[in-house]
Every structure is written in C-alpha cells, then in structure tokens.
C-alpha cells in the first residue's frame, strides 16, 4: 500500500518546454488535488477533481491543465513553462469530496524552469 | 489569497518544552486541520476540529478553535526532537470542498 506517488521526483525544464507531472493512490479515494508550494510559503490549490469525471480550478490554475485518468491517477500539465512555474509540487488525495476528512499527500515533485 | 495565517512564523525551543502555534483565519469554516511537514516530505495530517468543537486532544497534541476570533491554537507538549518540522493550518470553508492553507509555522527542537 504505497499511498500517493509522485513521478518525477525532480525536473529541470527549460522556458517553453512542456511536462506532465504524475500522480497515482492506491487508496481507492474519490478526490484528488494539486498544489505548488513556493519558500516560506503554505500550498496553494492549482486544481481539483472531487470525483471521477470531474476537474476544477483552484486558487491558481493559469498555466495548468490536469487529467484525471481514472478514479486512481490524476495528472498535471505544464504546456509552456515559465520560471514562474518553479515550485514543488504536491499531490494529494482524500477518500470522499466532504469537508471532514483528511488530505493523504505525495512525497513532491521538484521542479526548476530555466 | 491565504485563509490561515500562522504565528509565529518560526519558533526554536528546548526539547522536553511545549510549543504553541497559532492560526488566524478569515472566513466562516466547517472544520480547521493541522499538518506537519517534515523537510522536503509531503504533508501528513496532524488533527481535524469541527467548527462545533472547542478543544480536540490526540496524544501530545492539543489544538483549540475559537470561532468568535476566528483563531485556532497547537499545542505540542513536552517537545521532543523528532517534532521538528513545519506546521501548518489548513481551513475547510462553509461554501467550499477547498482546503485553504496558511504559510506555516517552522518549528525547531533543540536536543
């Protein structure tokens, strides 16, 4: 039972490059959640999917698409990187789409646009 | 923008002491999380308060909600060196399925 898996585990792109960030629970939850986090900073939500078949924007979203393969992945895409977009990145998924439980997070993918 | 805002931003104790965090927040919540992380790690869920409760207790952790001043505390009693890591406060809103997360509090414990 690994929980939430993040690949990679680190990234250096350069300006205009493209990715997708990986993530994948095996924890059988519903909702699945992006985040950045910048120094001395809290996270701040990018996207969301409180279900299969769903996707919403969060507080942050410009320069964002996500996917959510399945009920267990949820994917995020950088089109066109900008150094702005350096950050860690954080997954995290919750078992329903209430308030009253808990987030479970992945361990973060760290990524530096040049 | 930020929902919780912890204080102090940074704070170094002996171990064996207790540390007290504080979080402020804006908005009417349905429930209040506390999460640590460790340094380079992902963040792992500490405790939840209902916006109902008042004070919640798991272990060595004490936390407290006062929604008339829209605050929450932590207590962490008889600290030891291993509760070093960042915590943070994360608000769950009456109108959203959003967690909102405040910057942190850095939490050094000396041996």
């Known amino acids: 039972n690994a929980g939430v898996t993040q690949t990679p585990k680190f990234q250096v792109l350069k300006t205009g490059q493209s990715m997708t960030l990986q993530c994948a629970q095996d924890?059988?939850?519903?909702?699945m959640y992006w985040y950045r986090q910048d120094p001395g900073m809290g996270l701040r939500l990018i996207y969301y999917s409180a279900s299969e078949g769903t996707t919403d924007k969060g507080e942050v979203p410009n320069g964002y698409n996500v996917s959510r393969l399945n009920k267990r992945e949820f994917s995020l895409r950088l089109e066109s990187a900008a150094p702005s977009q350096t950050s860690v990145y954080f997954c995290?998924?919750?078992?329903?789409?209430?308030?009253?439980?808990?987030?479970?997070f992945g361990p973060g993918t760290r990524l530096t646009v040049l | 923008s930020q929902q919780g805002e912890e204080d102090p931003q940074a704070l170094s104790i002996q171990e064996g002491e207790n540390a007290t965090m504080n979080c402020s927040y804006k908005t009417s919540i349905n429930n209040l999380q506390w999460y640590r992380q460790n340094s380079g790690r992902g963040l792992v869920h500490l405790i939840l308060i209902r916006s109902n409760e008042r004070e919640k207790h798991s272990g060595r952790l004490r936390v407290t909600l006062d929604t008339s001043k829209k605050s929450s505390s932590l207590l962490i009693t008889a600290s030891r060196a291993a509760d070093t890591a960042s915590y943070f406060c994360?608000?769950?809103?009456?109108?959203?399925?959003?967690?909102?997360f405040g910057s942190g509090t850095r939490l050094l414990v000396r041996p």
């Open positions: 994360a608000t769950a809103e009456d109108s959203s399925y959003k967690l909102i």
């Open positions: 924890m059988n939850h519903n909702s």
């Open positions: 995290a998924s919750k078992e329903r789409p209430g308030r009253d439980n808990e987030q479970f």
